[in-house]
């Protein structure tokens, strides 16, 4: 999800739009993954794959942590290593 900055955007906006976009994260990422296993013809891509996906997810992810901290440095949200471990638990 792309949020733009604004001016005026409350922490309580923040926290919605971080609750929303990672409620059921997991559930979307497991989705993600038994689609690359039924579509791919060829079984050993899948792995090396599957760790360029996983990776992605935690550059964007990790940028945007960066990002939160310094409009809101405050705020807390899970961190890049908990993403980690989920993407890891799976």
């Known amino acids: 999800m792309q949020i733009p900055f604004q001016v005026g955007v409350s922490k309580g906006d923040l926290r919605k739009a ?14 993600m993954y038994k689609k690359l296993q039924k579509n791919l013809t060829t079984e050993e ?20 942590a960066q990002l939160v901290a310094k409009v809101y ?8 290593s908990e993403m980690r471990d989920i993407l890891a638990s799976m």
């Open 45 to 64: 891509l899948l792995p090396s794959l599957w760790d360029k996906c996983k990776k992605e997810f935690l550059d964007k992810y990790d940028s945007f």
């Open 18 to 31: 971080v609750k929303s976009s990672l409620s059921g994260v997991d559930k979307s990422i497991t989705a």
């Open 73 to 80: 440095p405050s705020e807390n949200i899970p961190a890049v």
